[in-house]
């Protein structure tokens, strides 16, 4: 089956890591994504990683996943207010075209 | 300029009343979507498009019929609207495979939503 779970909610202070975890079922997902969306706006895709890799880095952004365990986690270095928003982990299980599975979504809340 | 555009963005309207959202997309994608976001935020497929035909459709009332003229529309109307539809209403588009010149990750590109409340 398809299910993604994520903590629902993070605060930070501004300057610190943040860690944002999601656990996925299907394994057959090719790629799983973080998405972000700000109040009032569409989802935008922050980075996405392959299945066959561990980590990936983009500036700011540390994307791990760990196959085994059907965990991902990313990570914001140097959070900023800026990043205050709602963070979504999504899979794409291969046998369903496109379909995303997302989960509920993280409230990230950055305190200056 | 935008990529993923939907209309309204807002949308107030009476039970049992019939409405329609518009969905266009100027990326050049061959698959389109609709999703919705429940008031916690919680974001399901609904349809599935790849050129104009349907290739998503999850459990969702007949009252929701979607409709691709062509694959860069897809339109989503729906019959004897009921409270419990009241949501943000998400269009999304992607290519269905890579192309020559980019490597395939399967992102979709969402538009900015469209906020349906049934009074």
């Known amino acids: 089956g398809e299910d993604v779970e994520q903590s629902l909610f993070l605060s930070v202070r501004e300057g610190d890591s943040s860690v944002i975890n999601c656990t996925y079922t299907?394994?057959?997902?090719?790629?799983l994504y973080w998405y972000k969306q700000e109040p009032g706006a569409g989802l935008q895709l922050l980075t996405y990683?392959?299945?066959?890799?561990d980590m990936k880095q983009d500036q700011r952004l540390t994307v791990l996943l760990n196959k085994k365990d059907k965990h991902l986690s990313l990570r914001i270095a140097d959070t900023q207010t800026g990043d205050s928003a709602i963070y979504f982990c999504a899979e794409s299980p291969a046998f369903y075209g496109n379909k995303l599975v997302f989960g509920a979504g993280t409230i990230l809340r950055v305190k200056s | 300029d935008t990529a993923v555009s939907q209309t309204p963005k807002y949308l107030v309207t009476q039970m049992g009343n019939d409405k329609s959202i518009k969905c266009e997309q100027n990326l050049g994608h061959d698959t389109m979507y609709w999703y919705k976001q429940d008031s916690k935020k919680f974001l399901k497929i609904m349809f599935s498009?790849?050129?104009?035909?349907?290739?998503i459709n999850e459990t969702v009332p007949n009252r929701f019929s979607p409709k691709s003229p062509d694959k860069a529309h897809l339109n989503l109307h729906i019959n004897s609207l009921e409270l419990g539809d009241s949501a943000v209403y998400f269009c999304a588009s992607s290519l269905s495979q890579g192309t020559e010149t980019g490597v395939y990750t399967g992102e979709l590109f969402f538009g900015e939503g469209s906020r349906l409340t049934v009074l």
């Open positions: 299907d394994s057959s997902s090719t790629y």
């Open positions: 498009y790849n050129n104009k035909e349907l290739i």
């Open positions: 990683i392959f299945s066959n890799m």
